[in-house]
């Protein structure tokens, strides 16, 4: 292909192209007038004004340069003499690239409802909400490896395929080379796994922790940024059976430690991106205000997308204990009053109506609640002293709570006393046999340790506010749904 000049780069910075030629090429976003072509190439938000001759101009050619039709234009790049864009390009030759017969092309001019986006993923992200998103999700990603690699932390690749199915974190997916219309069977009719694929059963992972665990106690300060799955069935707006996972892991951590470095990693994200995708974050603000526009002042959000983004990172995330969050929540008006639909009780987990409260009503700022009751988490987070006034044993686990969002990060602790540790396994059903590595770690030059999981789909949908976790991946994975 000839020399292209990306329209980021134009629109960015255009005092050294003014006047000369440029090749452009992208996708119709509108033809005005018979003469304006907005043209986009993904590579920012804005477009690209092409002003076309329609009278000097093949007029066949013109017609094909419909909505979302892949064009390629050679032209004189000015300033423009209209108001809403600096520079134009005059259209000196105007190539098809790509037809898109507007009768038939799925995507229109209009608003879509999502779930059309939906089963059109494959065009979606030719709109401007999703290449907003998509440009934001990128940020997010990269501003991840940026903040890590700064701070001295190391990338770690955490295997896919596990071979232990410990960790509690859900409902897993089987791997099985075997031919499922006829397993081979144990004596006593089991699946014979030992004839499978790695001679043992395995499942895709639902986190990297443990082995990051293996990580943080060699190299000190590591991090996993990888694809877990889990096969529950959750049709939540904040669910995905595929997601992507962050997990720092830290040698010599406490809590305490895990959570600055939470609420740090979460505020440097958000700055990040407020600085680099400017355009796109305020296209998704406008998009916020345009959907909200009809509803009851009750039912909008209390603040705009930038400005809700700009209050995270100037405030501090309020902490406190399940302990204190539990009196909180039984001394709320929805508790007396009965509103809330599952029970506020020392020991049960709270739910997403709990944490909403919390976080968008009572304090109304990022919350991180911590040292839960032991009875509902994970076995490996490090068993806390009996503290006076509360009711029974807790484990030092915090979860970062966002407004809108919820739960955006689940992390603690780990318990590296290897006694308490075998105890705990035992206590909650955990098969210690094949987690002889991960005991071992305790024997063997163990150390304080402390980590967290961030949901990146749940950090990308604070960020660009979307209101469902689905479009904020490319190709969402949910019950019933694993289409493109
Ligand atoms: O709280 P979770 O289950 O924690 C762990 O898996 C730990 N091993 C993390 C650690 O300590 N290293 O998951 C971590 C985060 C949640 O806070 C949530 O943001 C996200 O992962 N998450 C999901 N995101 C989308 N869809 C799902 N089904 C999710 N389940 C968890
Ligand atoms: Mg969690």
């Keep these: 292909m000839s020399k292209r000049t990306e329209i980021k780069a134009i629109l960015t910075d255009y ?49 094909k340069a419909s909505f979302h039709a892949c064009i390629k234009v050679v032209g004189l790049l000015a300033e423009s003499q209209g108001a809403g864009q600096a520079v134009e390009v005059i259209a000196r030759k105007v190539e098809i690239l790509g037809e898109a017969n507007p009768e038939a092309y799925p995507m229109q001019p209009k608003a879509q409802s999502m779930e059309f986006m939906r089963e059109h993923a494959h065009f979606r992200m030719r709109t401007n909400t999703f290449s907003a998103v998509f440009r934001i999700r990128h940020g997010v990603a990269y501003a991840i490896h940026k903040y890590f690699n700064d701070n ?53 992972t639902v986190s990297g922790q443990l082995q990051a665990e293996i990580g943080a106690l060699a190299l000190g300060k590591v991090y996993t940024f990888g694809p877990t799955f889990r096969a529950e069935n959750s049709n939540t707006s904040r669910h995905l059976a595929e997601f992507w996972m962050i997990e720092p892991e830290v040698a010599f951590y406490d809590i305490f430690d895990d959570m600055a470095l939470a609420e740090d990693f979460c505020k440097y994200l958000i700055n990040y991106i407020l600085d680099t995708y400017p355009d796109d974050l305020a296209f998704l603000d406008e998009r916020i205000k345009g959907l909200e526009k009809n509803l009851p002042q009750d039912q909008r959000r209390p603040m705009g997308l930038v400005d809700t983004l700009r209050f995270v990172v100037d405030n501090d995330f309020e902490r406190i204990t399940y302990t204190e969050a539990v009196n909180i929540l039984r001394n709320s008006k929805p508790y007396k009053k009965g509103k809330f639909e599952y029970p506020v009780e020392w020991g049960k987990d709270l739910q997403a109506e709990h944490e909403r409260y919390l976080v968008e009503k009572h304090f109304q700022k990022p919350v991180i609640v911590r040292n839960y009751p032991a009875g509902i988490k994970a076995f490996y987070m490090r068993l806390n002293e009996t503290e006076e006034g509360v009711p029974g044993a807790t484990v030092a686990a915090m979860d970062v709570l966002f407004p809108g969002i919820g739960e955006v990060i689940g992390g603690s602790q780990r318990e590296e006393r290897h006694d308490v540790l075998v105890q705990r396994m035992s206590d909650m059903n955990v098969p210690s046999e094949e987690l002889w590595w991960y005991l071992e770690l305790r024997k063997f030059g163990g150390a304080p340790h402390a980590g967290f999981g961030l949901g990146f789909e749940r950090m990308v949908q604070f960020i660009t506010g979307m209101g469902n976790i689905r479009d904020v991946i490319a190709f969402p994975r949910t019950p019933g749904n694993a289409e493109f």
């Excluded at 099985?176 to 499942?203: C, H, I, M």
């Design 152 to 204: 001295g932390y190391y990338y770690m690749h955490t295997p896919i395929i596990t071979g232990s199915d410990a960790e509690g974190a859900g409902e897993m997916f089987h791997v099985t080379a075997l031919d499922l219309n006829k397993p081979p069977r144990t004596e006593n009719g089991q699946v014979d796994y030992s004839q499978d694929f790695f001679g043992k059963a395995t499942n895709l």
């Design 15 to 63: 005092k050294g192209l003014l006047g000369q030629e440029v090749t452009v090429m992208g996708w119709v976003r509108a033809f005005r007038s018979n003469r304006f072509i907005a043209l986009n190439d993904g590579s920012c938000m804005n477009n690209l004004q092409v002003v076309v001759d329609y009278e000097q101009m093949d007029e066949a050619l013109l017609k």
